[in-house]
């Protein structure tokens, strides 16, 4: 038996002999050698801007301790700026004095009610509620 001693591998592994080898890798790319030192730079550049932004410094901000609106006089302020575009002059100003209690770190502005001697007053007054940490409205309201 000469023809046997020739090959002594397994008979599984004889049967893949025959067989042309492929020239790509496992994930079917072809061995061109641009294909990975362009990956490296495309990825490269895709990343940049990640790592870029996280080495960049935050802008310069002040907030003070008693937050950006400290005390009544600013909410009060800050209301009337809201308000005037939205109910008109007129109407805001005949609200006037306006009151600004805190409460929860959130300043509550509210209009006056004025009525005639002897009568009810008839109608609602302007609300805000603003922030006292940043500024935010949070809510503008009138009554009816």
Same mark, same amino acid.
């Given at each position: 038996m000469p023809w046997r001693a020739r090959d002594v591998r397994p008979l599984l592994l004889r049967r893949w002999v025959?067989?042309?080898q492929l020239k790509r890798g496992p994930l079917?790319?072809? !061995?061109?050698?641009?294909?990975?030192p362009a990956l490296?730079?495309?990825s490269a550049l895709a990343f940049a801007p990640?790592?870029?932004? /996280?080495?960049?410094?935050k802008p310069h901000s002040h907030a003070?301790? *008693?937050?950006f609106v400290p005390d009544s006089a600013t909410a009060v302020r800050? /209301?009337? *700026?809201?308000?005037?575009?939205?109910?008109?002059?007129a109407q805001i100003e005949n609200e006037r004095?306006?009151? *600004? *209690?805190?409460?929860d770190g959130v300043w509550t502005?509210? !209009?006056s009610l004025h009525a005639a001697p002897g009568k009810m007053a008839k109608g609602g007054v302007a609300l805000a509620e603003i922030s006292q940490r940043d500024g935010r409205i949070l809510r503008v309201s009138h009554g009816k």
């Open positions: 025959g067989r042309p079917g790319r072809d !061995g061109n050698p641009m294909t990975r490296l730079f495309l990640v790592v870029l932004s /996280a080495q960049q410094e003070p301790e *008693a937050g800050i /209301a009337e *700026a809201i308000w005037i575009p939205i109910y008109g002059q004095p306006f009151t *600004a *209690a805190l409460k502005v509210t !209009g």
